[in-house]
């Protein structure tokens, strides 16, 4: 990915998931995968992310940036509970921020002007 990649290219592609793609999506496709990928295969790629990628391509920019970028929309919730730790292991290991969940309310742009009537 090094090679193949230019820097500029990928930057322009993770700031386009990050401002271009709605939070509405983003929130779909992480409940679809927490709805049907089986804890099994969820706790198997967590894993195999922990285990097998070798630290020279985890010191890697470009792969920390991937990893990063998608990790971070990935909720507590979605991470099977038997792979807690190994999930601690690479938010540590490729500097995975943890994003807030909620959003804010919505503020009204119209001013209550309902005034009730004594009677």
């Known amino acids: 990915m090094d090679s193949y990649v230019p820097a500029r290219l990928l930057l322009f592609y993770l700031n386009l998931l990050d401002k271009r793609v709605p939070p509405k999506v983003k929130s779909a496709v992480v ?3 927490g709805k049907y990928v089986p804890d099994k ?15 020279d391509v985890a010191n890697s920019w470009k792969i920390c940036a991937v990893i990063a970028a998608i990790g971070k929309y990935i909720p507590e919730r979605v991470v ?10 690479l938010r540590v290991k490729y500097h995975i921020p943890t994003l807030v969940e909620t959003t804010p ?7 209550n002007t309902t005034q009730r009537s004594s009677p």
């Not at 295969?41 to 630290?55: M, S």
């Open 105 to 111: 309310p919505r503020q009204s742009s119209r001013k």
């Open 80 to 89: 099977p509970t038997q792979s807690a730790e190994t999930w601690e292991n």
């Open 31 to 33: 409940d679809g995968v």
């Open 41 to 55: 295969i969820r706790a198997a790629a967590l894993t195999a992310a922990d285990d097998y990628v070798p630290d």
